[in-house]
């Protein structure tokens, strides 16, 4: 706190860690980062709350040597419109760029291993995203990110978690990859705009609410793989004209 709304904040090429809410509530409008040819930057991690809601920030280029973002580094940061995470970067921590209501562009890294829950929660305005091969998708990732029409998920990726694209009221659709074998908890529950989300075979478990309020889902073919499906999995699809149980189910509800 304390800065100027029109103060830059350069961090010295030195320095490996930003410390736990080190910018917190500042009013500062970019961050640069001294790197240069013979003064690389030796960021590796940017610690817990360290820009929490820097409302005004504007700007941020990350460089090579960053490892870690943390839980919360960048919740509520409301200037930012685009994020590139570099490649160097293994892990995004919880929450920490949720909220960022402005970012319309994404780019993730395929380095990223460990992705927080809610990540990029509630970030409104984001378009489309892709997820590259290798990478996770969490709890709540793109929860209530209402603009999202685009989704591209790796088809290394083994299920989709609990609200992950929960309250997505924009998104049309989405190519579920082939290796997924559960669809947790209320992952795409009140996308109101979801007409087509076609179960892949070697789905086996369908959690409850999953599909939850996908008023407009029309068609979702069910698998012969499927064992599991969940509590009110498909409550208020309204346009459902049929679905078929695949006779392999032995449970349902539960």
Known sequence: AGFDEETTIQIPYTIQEIGEGAFKNSNIKKIVFENETNKKSALAVIGKEAFYACKSLEAV??????????ESAFYQCWGLTGLVIPDSVT????????????IVALTLSNSVATM?????????????????NGVPVSKAEFKGCTALTSVTLPNTLDKIEESAFENCIALPSIDLPAGITQIMKAAFKNCVMLREAD??????AIGDNAFEAC??????KLPQSLRTLG???????GSFTEIIIPENVESIGK
């Open 231 to 237: 509590m009110q999995s498909y409550l208020k699809c």
């Open 116 to 132: 927080g829950e809610s990540a990029f929660e509630s970030c409104t305005s984001l378009p489309s995203v892709t997820v590259p």
């Open 199 to 204: 179960v892949p075979d070697g789905v086996t």
């Open 215 to 220: 008023v407009k889902l029309q068609s979702n």
């Open 61 to 70: 280029e990350f460089h090579t040597n960053l490892q870690i973002i943390g």
């Open 91 to 102: 892990k995004i921590d919880k929450a920490a760029f949720k909220e960022c209501k402005n």
